[in-house]
């Protein structure tokens, strides 16, 4: 395997010793030095601008509209307009079973769609590592982006249709078994299953291309010497691409606990029935048709603080325990 | 026909005579050159938010560049042009669109739209709109005489403070959906059709054993749905509600006058049990919770499907539709069987009155002008005009009727979807007019409208009540988790995975203990309030 050498990375390692160095020499008051660092790298932040305005704009002005969880809410009085009324919503949420059944089960989908999903990119990503012939590896990947381009409803629509009792692939395919046919769809104990299934398959191979990029990053070097000294290709990816990419993998995964209570809900609404939602109801969902439908933007407001402060919660431990032990963190 | 149309009718006897002197020639323009209509003397414009599921914008197609030629008729009638100001161009959702209007604050004169009702009703009497009731008194004859002939309907459009806050879309007509079977299917195996809910069960068996596609296979789908609610109306064979409305699991009002919701009632519990009996026979689709909305299409077109309950307009359409495909197809329209008590029941029919329409908000320096422009929608050439679209263009007033021109009659494209593009039938408040949908209702569908005619089938309608605020906050407490329990259950039992009559005492003291009796006392409360 051979991989050529990036002229442009040993440069920028250059240039960021240089600039390090250059820093350590000046010892001038902190605005001045501020100043001059903005004067040489305004490039930079001219480039941060559009971000910094996008978080702004759609993050934190937002953040205003959140003190609707705490207030009877009109849209018509606005949000300066409505009543304080504490945390009444907070009270709602919580004396509701079916709030607390949808808590259950977001974080049981998330967990599980953490355990199997999360290792399902990184190991497509090795697997597309090893392929050695191009068209192939080319063609694979194309197959694998594929079902994350096509919109939720269609997939959906895929979904019931391969589960359906009469027609689907799944029974079908049981049937030459001599099993009966299962109408999964309104079974409470394959929903999870279903859907989590369904995710790895539509969102995997898009996710693996993150870590491509971290594999295509691994000097190959390391590879050169390790097949000097005998080394194996199972050896390599062992000892060499994953603890390489091990860091972006922790990243990830960080981000990943980060978004855990944010199931893809439009999903779980076209796939779920009364039937099933014993076990398919999620916070989302639950927000969905109590608060959205029924027009009470306040108590899934505070739903949805809720949801946000139990993913910063997770989001700090994740990242403080990977500080702990793997020094590499998102801050 | 009730008196109501009479009058019309001769109204407009005496309306064409005066245009027959005036001259039918103009196409385009309306034909209408007496200014009886006229409200103001100088030109007037007033802004509109319309919204509804076929256009979002006050223009054709939703193109606010391009007018509703009856929107420039109204225009030379009235003295009154609208111009737009619709939110939400970029959502199909009407709650959506209209929460964005109201977020801003900054009102157009007039909001309209589809499902205007409970927003308008809720924030009107915090100031947001209009109040009607005098207005209407004062300035809208056509609007007062249309109450003084529909009782009951001005207090089923009232906010709870007891004013009412807009102009309703009010439909015509009285069936909307149907039973409908395969009667080749009934005549290759010799039966007849069935009269009560025994027969039902002994044809839907029949459908299910005998082969009657021919295939040679037990592939047959006796009973199936469009929407998995449907098959909650058969549960009226044994004597139960389902709904109270044309919306699905909706409260209902008993014969003593209360209000009542129909899964927590003894009727519900053995029905229920009947109809997961049939279910587990597989008399019902079995699929029916997932096939959705193409099974129609689906079962019918490869020959499956048996039996339904659907609208009379597009059910009817199968027969041309599938006649070259399937040899002999014929899916009629029958009487609903009669129930386990002898009754013979169809629960769905047309509300008489929609949450659409439109309102005057407090923005409207000119309520008077508006509340006479909404009136001239109730008169009837604006009738017409709301109906039909312009005289002369596409329809010709014959006998004293309205009737469309052929070339309208026989577009390939439907007459309601012509009636979008020309501003007509839109969702402005007005009186709907039957005969607009007679015209093109095809002969199958009308005979079968025509024999539902001819037995009392249709039960009494809740039109929905509207809450304070005390009773609003009881209901979005209690109601929407209540309904999620009930409907949990209900697709447990149908499905099996539950014995209705074992855990039926379980189910009302789940009910109880989740808020239903609350419910139902502001439901009753609120109720008493308006209709009393």
Redesign the interface.
């Known amino acids: 395997m051979t991989r050529e050498q990036d002229p442009t990375v040993g440069q920028t390692e250059t240039l960021v010793v240089e600039a390090r160095e250059a820093q350590r020499h000046r010892k001038v008051g902190q605005l001045e030095r501020v100043g001059d660092h903005l004067k040489r790298e305004w490039q930079l932040y001219v480039m941060l601008i559009p971000t910094i305005l996008w978080l702004l704009v759609f993050l934190y002005k937002p953040m205003y509209g959140l003190q609707i969880a705490f207030k009877d809410y009109?849209?018509?009085?606005?949000v300066a307009g409505s009543p304080w009324i504490g945390l009444e919503h907070f009270q709602?949420l919580f004396g509701?079973?079916?709030f607390i059944r949808a808590l259950k089960n977001t974080i049981i989908i998330s967990f599980y769609g953490l355990i199997f999903g999360f290792p399902m990119p990184i190991i497509l990503a090795l697997m597309f590592n090893e392929i050695l012939v191009q068209t192939f590896k080319k063609t694979a990947q194309t197959i694998v982006y594929l079902p994350h381009f096509v919109s939720s409803v269609i997939i959906a629509g895929i979904v019931?249709t391969a589960f359906?009792?009469?027609a689907g692939i799944v029974n079908t395919f049981l049937g030459w078994f001599g099993m009966e046919s299962i109408?999964f769809?309104?079974k409470p104990e394959w929903f999870r299953p279903i859907f989590v299934g369904t995710g790895i398959w539509q969102e995997a191979g898009f996710q693996s291309i993150v870590y491509l990029a971290a594999i295509a990053g691994v000097s190959p070097t390391l590879y050169e010497s390790a097949v000097v000294d005998g080394a194996s290709r199972w050896q390599m990816m062992w000892k060499i691409t994953v603890p390489s990419i091990l860091p972006t993998i922790i990243i990830m995964l960080i981000i990943r606990i980060g978004n855990m209570l944010e199931v893809s809900f439009e999903m779980i609404i076209l796939l779920y029935?009364?039937?099933t939602?014993?076990t398919a109801?999620v916070v989302n969902t639950f927000i969905y048709?109590?608060g959205i439908?029924?027009?009470?933007y306040d108590?899934a407001a505070a739903a949805g603080l809720f949801n946000a402060v139990v993913a910063f919660v997770l989001v700090m431990t994740a990242n403080t325990i990977s500080k702990r032990y793997s020094r590499t963190s998102l801050w | 026909m009730n008196i109501e149309y009479r009058n019309r009718e001769d109204t407009m006897r005496k309306l064409s005579l005066s245009l027959a002197i005036l001259g039918t020639t103009a196409l385009t323009a309306p034909a209408f050159a007496d200014d009886t209509h006229m409200i103001v003397d100088e030109p007037l414009e007033l802004t509109i938010h319309m919204h509804w599921p076929r256009a979002q914008g006050y223009g054709v197609g939703g193109d606010v560049g391009k007018i509703y030629p009856v929107e420039e008729a109204a225009r030379e009638m009235t003295g009154i042009s609208l111009i737009d100001q619709t939110s939400g161009r970029n959502t199909k959702d009407n709650y959506e669109a209209m929460n964005l209007l109201l977020a801003q604050g900054n009102l157009p004169d007039i909001v309209g739209g589809n499902r205007i009702q409970q927003p308008v009703n809720q924030y009107g009497p915090e100031g947001a709109f209009v109040p009607l009731n005098d207005l209407v008194k004062e300035h809208a004859p056509n609007i007062q005489k249309f109450w003084d002939e529909h009782p009951g309907l001005v207090e089923a459009i009232s906010a709870y403070d007891g004013n009412y806050y807009y102009i309703p879309y009010l439909p015509d007509g009285k069936y909307g959906r149907a039973w409908y079977i395969r009667q080749d299917w009934l005549d290759k195996l010799g039966l007849e059709q069935p009269d009560n809910v025994d027969e039902l069960h002994e044809v839907l068996v029949a459908f299910r054993d005998q082969d009657p596609n021919g295939n040679g296979r037990k592939d047959e789908v006796p009973y199936f749905a469009r929407e998995w609610e449907e098959v909650l109306r058969l549960m009226t064979l044994w004597d139960a509600r389902t709904s109270g409305s044309d919306t699905y699991h909706d409260f209902y009002v008993t014969p003593d006058g209360k209000i009542a919701h129909p899964y927590a009632q003894p009727a519900y519990r053995d029905a229920m049990a009947n109809l997961a009996q049939w279910y587990s026979e597989g008399l019902i689709d079995a699929e029916i919770f997932t096939r959705g909305s193409s099974s129609r299409d689906y079962l019918l077109g490869e020959n499956l499907g048996g039996m339904t309950h659907d609208w009379f307009a597009s059910t009817s359409g199968y027969n041309a539709a599938l006649s070259e495909k399937i040899d002999g197809f014929n899916f009629v329209p029958y009487l609903p069987p009669k129930s386990a008590s002898g009754v013979r029941m169809e629960e769905h029919r047309r509300i008489p009155i929609k949450p659409d329409g439109w309102a005057i908000s407090y923005t409207n320096k000119h309520p008077v002008e508006t509340i006479k422009y909404f009136d001239f929608f109730f008169s009837p050439e604006g009738s017409n005009l709301a109906n039909f679209g312009v005289e002369g263009k596409t329809w010709d007033m014959v006998d004293g009727e309205p009737i469309y021109k052929e070339e309208v009659l026989t577009s390939d494209s439907p007459v309601n979807s012509q009636m979008y593009l020309e501003g007509a039938q839109i969702y402005r408040g007005y009186p709907q007019d039957y005969r607009y949908e007679w015209q093109w209702t095809s002969p199958a569908a009308r005979e079968g409208i025509e024999l539902y005619d001819t037995e009392d089938l249709l039960v009494e309608q809740f039109l929905g009540v509207a809450f304070n605020k005390q009773e609003q906050e009881v209901y979005d407490k209690y109601w929407p988790s209540i309904q999620t329990y009930m409907l949990e259950r209900q697709q447990a039992w149908i499905l099996g995975s539950g014995d209705v009559e074992a855990d039926w005492d379980a189910y009302i003291a789940t009910l109880n203990k989740m808020g239903f009796e609350k419910v139902i006392e502001v439901m009753n409360t609120a109720y008493e309030r308006q209709y009393g």
């Open positions: 009109s849209i018509f009085r606005g709602t509701n079973d079916q019931i359906s009792p009469s109408y769809l309104t029935q009364p039937a939602y014993s109801d048709r109590q439908q029924g027009g009470q108590l």
